[in-house]
Nanobody
């Protein structure tokens, strides 16, 4: 069993930045690919970014590419999402997810999920 705990959400003004964290416990995180998804009110959950379990290659959705950066620590027990140049459209609950082996963009591929952290972009 893998437990994921997100933190770092909050209220930020347009153009501002936030850094989300996701701490993993349980199964050795070094073997897990991890991802961030988000869900805005009335919308489906959408892929944001993912990082591979081996060589830490990353993937980003077009809507966040160039503004968000996903990293993982050396022990691979935590991942981070640095979010810059935030816009109103980034307002959502952000979820951390994990799966065995390679990263994908499909939420249904991820077996483990955190509880989510709210990000609100507003004045």
């Amino acid at each position: 069993q893998v437990r994921l705990v997100e933190s770092g959400g909050g209220l930020v003004q347009p153009g501002g930045s936030l850094r989300l964290s996701c701490a993993a416990s349980g199964r050795p995180a070094v073997s897990m690919s991890m991802a961030w998804f988000r869900q805005a009110p009335g919308k489906e959950r959408e892929f944001v970014s993912a990082i591979n379990w081996g060589t830490p290659t990353t993937d980003y959705s077009d809507s966040v590419k160039g503004r968000f950066t996903m990293t993982r620590d050396s022990a691979a027990s935590s991942v981070f999402l640095q979010m810059n140049s935030l816009t109103f459209e980034d307002t959502a609950i952000y979820y951390c997810a994990a799966k065995v082996q390679g990263k994908t963009r499909s939420a249904s591929d991820y077996a483990y999920w955190g509880q989510g952290t709210q990000v609100t972009v507003g004045s």
